[in-house]
């Protein structure tokens, strides 16, 4: 695993400081990998979205419901 995987499995990034780190490092990472990385930042994008609109300790929908 590089470090944009590590760091992102700890929660230590947000998905746009991955695709931050990402932008500048996928020259030196195989094309396999870049996958894999934007696989883990996809998912980690939709965790964050979901926290917008959905409350932790409630299953309580935040968004508008138009």
Same mark, same amino acid.
Not at 25 to 36: A, F, G, Y
């Given at each position: &695993?590089?470090?944009?995987?590590?760091?992102?499995? /700890?929660? /230590?990034?947000? #998905?746009?400081? +991955?695709?931050?780190?990402? *932008?500048? &490092?996928?020259?030196?990472?195989? /094309?396999?990998?870049?996958?894999?990385?934007?696989?883990?930042?996809?998912?980690?994008? *939709?965790?964050? %979205? +979901?926290?917008?609109? %959905? #409350? /932790?300790?409630?299953?309580?929908?935040?968004?508008?419901? *138009?």
């Amino acid at each position: &695993m590089c470090i944009i995987c590590v760091d992102l499995v /700890k929660d /230590k990034l947000t #998905s746009l400081e +991955a695709r931050r780190n990402l *932008d500048e &490092m996928h020259t030196t990472l195989n /094309k396999e990998h870049v996958h894999e990385v934007l696989q883990l930042i996809w998912k980690k994008e *939709d965790e964050e %979205y +979901a926290k917008q609109f %959905y #409350s /932790k300790d409630e299953d309580e929908f935040h968004g508008d419901t *138009d």
